[in-house]
């Protein structure tokens, strides 16, 4: 797609990739504008644009914006630094979600999941006008699922019976676990299994396929709802419309 190179954002080659993410985190944070409704994603970069959300409030550079939060720490962290939060019921229509991604491909299709809140952060994009996906140019990737396992939240009840189903598929699956080793619940009280397809070559039939499966509550296949992307590396900072939107064809990265 067209990318703008935004010289105002210097980085340099000696920056880890935290700062990177954090710079790329803080660009999407000065799109918003005042008297919008903002999606506030769920992970380390998006908790950088909630923060600079958070400084732009105070400094008075930002004002009547409302969040939606994608995870209730979002919601824990939104809340502590001040910014004001609603809900879907009121207002249903998002104006810009900042979100980040752990896998993504040329088209803009995403593996999203890896914090736990597919199914919230999913809810956020579809009701969004506006998606823009904030990642390090690790995340980038030739197809989904080269890089990363492709999280699906399950229903406890039958899991098994998923665990089987996704394998039939060509998954392999592994029950996340949390850092006790205990099993990981998402907060709606459902349970993650992370599955391991390899190169995924068709994923809008994938997806297809896990929606239509009763037990199986979402999955972290994003198909056409990031509109832009903002890429953090070494070379500055880079965003770009999906290609579909600023009249590209896909290609390779």
């Not at 039939?205 to 709802?225: M, N, S, T, Y």
Request: aromatic content about 4%; some cysteine; overall charge negative.
């Amino acid at each position: 797609g067209v990318a703008l190179r935004l010289r105002r954002r210097q980085v340099s080659k000696f920056m880890d990739s935290t700062t990177l993410k954090r710079q790329a985190a803080e660009l999407a944070a000065d799109l918003v504008e005042s008297g919008t409704v903002v999606g506030l994603g769920v992970g380390s970069t998006a908790i950088f644009a909630v923060r600079r959300l958070a400084e732009r409030l105070r400094l008075g550079d930002l004002r009547d914006i409302v969040g939606v939060p994608c995870s209730l720490a979002t919601a824990v962290e939104a809340e502590r630094l001040g910014i004001p939060l609603t809900t879907l019921d009121e207002r249903p229509l998002v104006d810009l979600t900042i979100d980040g991604a752990d896998e993504v491909d040329p088209a803009f299709n995403l593996i999203k999941g890896g914090g736990g809140a597919l199914l919230r952060e999913k809810i956020v994009a579809q009701a969004s006008r506006r998606e823009i996906i904030v990642v390090d140019a690790s995340k980038l990737s030739p197809a989904l699922g080269t890089n990363f396992a492709l999280p699906v939240e399950v229903t406890p009840f039958g899991a098994g019976a998923q665990v089987r189903y996704l394998e039939q598929l060509g998954a392999q699956v592994t029950v996340r676990r949390d850092q006790q080793g205990e099993l990981y619940h998402t907060d709606q009280g459902n349970l993650v299994l992370d599955c391991a397809f390899g190169p995924i070559a068709r994923p809008a039939q994938l997806a297809d396929l896990l929606a239509a499966r009763a037990g199986i509550v979402e999955h972290g296949l994003f198909i056409g709802l990031a509109t832009d992307l903002i890429v953090a590396n070494i070379d500055g900072l880079r965003i770009t419309a999906r290609p579909d939107l600023s009249l590209s064809s896909p290609g390779a990265w």
